[in-house]
T-cell receptor, first 118, second 115 residues
Framework: DAGVIQSPRHEVTEMGQEVTLRCKPISGHNSLFWYRQTMMRGLELLIYFNNNVPIDDSGMPEDRFSAKMPNASFSTLKIQPSEPRDSAVYFC????????????????FGPGTRLTVL | KNQVEQSPQSLIILEGKNCTLQCNYTVSPFSNLRWYKQDTGRGPVSLTIMTFSENTKSNGRYTATLDADTKQSSLHITASQLSDSASYICVVSAHRSGNTGKLIFGQGTTLQVKP
């Protein structure tokens, strides 16, 4: 298996532009997570999906951020309009939920997308 | 307030030496604790996951301990190698109900192993 795939790996854009990050989870996994990592705040969970349905989006910073999962093999995180403070590394992770619950199952992280907003 | 604090913030050791990283948490209700290793420029990789009933868990040269009474965990690295240079992140799960628990992340410890 290729693992979690994210694209692009690097994105540089100007303030006000729309940014779309993409993620392909591990085949067979039924949960997908979007994280943001900065030096100041560390890793933060933004949103997670279970069976393509958003379950908890309490970590999404504001309305400029939106995430979709149209099918089991693809998800997007969109920022519109982007701001310099959105600069960070965005990680996607996937997991297979068992009866133990999503927060016990191991999450597999992608390589991340480094976003720079000028 | 749910919090996870790691110490030290950074650490430099010589190759072959042992080291111990600390994680203190104030999370309720506690579900499980994980240690992740994150190499520079890559995503975190899980090392161990422990529930409250598990006191210790090993993964090769990595050994994690958990004291649920004092709410402390440690990650011990034995006979360090240059490839151990990375950030180590402690993550605690606060389980509320069903699958709607919350993950609380520590800020990480940056370990540098020198030859």
């Amino acid at each position: 298996d290729a693992g979690v795939i994210q694209s692009p790996r690097h994105e540089v854009t100007e303030m006000g532009q729309e940014v779309t990050l993409r993620c392909k989870p591990i085949s067979g996994h039924n949960s997908l997570f979007w994280y943001r990592q900065t030096m100041m705040r560390g890793l933060e969970l933004l949103i997670y999906f279970n069976n393509n349905v958003p379950i908890d989006d309490s970590g999404m910073p504001e309305d400029r951020f939106s995430a979709k999962m149209p099918n089991a093999s693809f998800s997007t995180l969109k920022i519109q309009p982007s701001e310099p403070r959105d600069s960070a590394v965005y990680f996607c992770a996937s997991s297979l939920i068992s009866l133990a619950g999503v927060y016990y199952n191991e999450q597999f992280f992608g390589p991340g997308t480094r976003l720079t907003v000028l | 307030k749910n919090q996870v604090e790691q110490s030290p913030q950074s650490l430099i050791i010589l190759e072959g030496k042992n080291c111990t990283l600390q994680c203190n948490y104030t999370v309720s209700p506690f579900s499980n604790l994980r240690w992740y290793k994150q190499d520079t420029g890559r995503g975190p990789v899980s090392l161990t996951i422990m529930t409250f009933s598990e006191n210790t868990k090993s993964n090769g040269r990595y050994t994690a301990t958990l004291d649920a009474d004092t709410k402390q965990s440690s990650l011990h690295i034995t006979a360090s190698q240059l490839s151990d240079s990375a950030s180590y992140i402690c993550v605690v799960s606060a389980h509320r109900s069903g699958n709607t628990g919350k993950l609380i992340f520590g800020q990480g410890t940056t370990l540098q192993v020198k030859p």
